[in-house]
């Protein structure tokens, strides 16, 4: 990944969800990746990641 460390963009991208909560997870990671200019081919990764983190916030709140 350009100019980041693979951890840092994680743990960004979960805190992004937390605050942001996306209903589409995928163009949400879309406009990370532009914004943040991260490197191709991370896209399926990092989706699956923001899907996770949605889904333990789901579970916690009941």
Not at 53 to 59: I, P
Request: positive net charge; without cysteine.
């Amino acid at each position: 990944m350009a100019k980041h460390s693979q951890n840092e963009v994680k743990e960004s991208l979960k805190e992004l969800t937390r605050i942001f909560q996306p209903k589409d997870p995928r163009k949400f990671v879309k406009e990370y990746i532009r914004k943040y200019r991260i490197t191709g081919g991370y896209e399926d990764e990092l989706t699956s990641l923001v899907e996770d983190e949605l889904g333990r916030m789901n579970s916690s709140v009941g």
